[in-house]
Every structure is written in C-alpha cells, then in structure tokens.
C-alpha cells in the first residue's frame, strides 16, 4: 500500500502484505486506516507525520486465514474485519485486542458495514448469506 501527504507530497509505503489489499476503511476521526490482505486485521496510525517509520496495529490472526474486508466503526477505533474462511472479528485498534463476531468455516466475506449509529454489523459472504451481528453497548 503506498500513500501520499498531500501538504509536502511525501510518499510513504506500507508492505508486508502476503495477498492483494481488497479494502481499505478510514475511522471516523481519519486517524487510522485499516487494510484487508494480511493475516490480521492491520491499521495504520496515520497521525502526526502518518505511518511512515512506524509498524502496524494489528489484531485478529485466522489460522490459514486472510482478511479480505474491512469495516471502521462509525465513531470509535474499532475495526470489523473479514476472512477467507467466513470468520468475522471486532476489534479495539489502540488495544489490539479483538472478538468473534462470526466464527469461520463458511465461504469468504465479500462485504462488510456498520449501522449509522455502530450497534450492527452486516457481513455477506460470496454465496450471498447475509449475518447480521447486533452489538451490545459496552462491546465495542
């Protein structure tokens, strides 16, 4: 992934990903952006002088696993991410910590988003099953 700074054209790339970046989904606040094509879910900190020189965020390891979407949460720094396998995950960025929202062992995601308001998450698959993950307050 490589990416530019408008203010001074800077470039900065962003490597180790093991299969084509599908997605990618700003957080609210465009601190981080997140990016499907690795094994976790990976977020970049793109504050201040933005990712260059630092290592990614990352959560969420699928054994034989990939992500292939990503969702940022509407307004907090929380990420969605999903896998090859079907598995869905939630995670904290900053925390690097992440749940099972939907385990494995169907068809790859294809699609991910969040309600307006965060509280759901819709996944479809590419077979066209569609799981909608209603969320507690306090889980995310």
């Not at 700074?5 to 970046?21: E, F, L, Q, T, V």
């Not at 949460?73 to 090859?84: C, K, L, N, Q, T």
């Not at 099972?100 to 308001?117: N, Q």
Request: one cysteine or more; proline letters at 5%.
């Amino acid at each position: 992934m490589h990416c530019w700074r408008w203010s001074d054209r800077k470039g900065m790339r962003m490597s180790g990903y093991p299969s084509k970046i599908r997605n990618i989904s700003w957080t609210a606040d465009s601190r981080f952006i997140a990016a499907s094509g690795a094994d976790s879910v990976t977020s970049w900190d793109c504050s201040g002088n933005g990712p260059s020189g630092k290592p990614p965020l990352e959560f969420g390891y699928v054994y034989n696993g990939i992500v292939r979407q990503v969702a940022a949460h509407p307004s907090d720094s929380v990420v969605a991410g999903g896998y090859s396998d079907g598995t869905v995950m939630i995670g904290n960025i900053e925390q690097e910590t992440a749940m099972i929202a939907r385990p494995g062992g169907g068809k790859p995601v294809a699609g991910l988003t969040w309600s307006a308001d965060g509280r759901i998450l819709v996944a479809v698959d590419e077979a066209g099953a569609i799981a909608v993950m209603r969320l507690k307050s306090g889980m995310v």
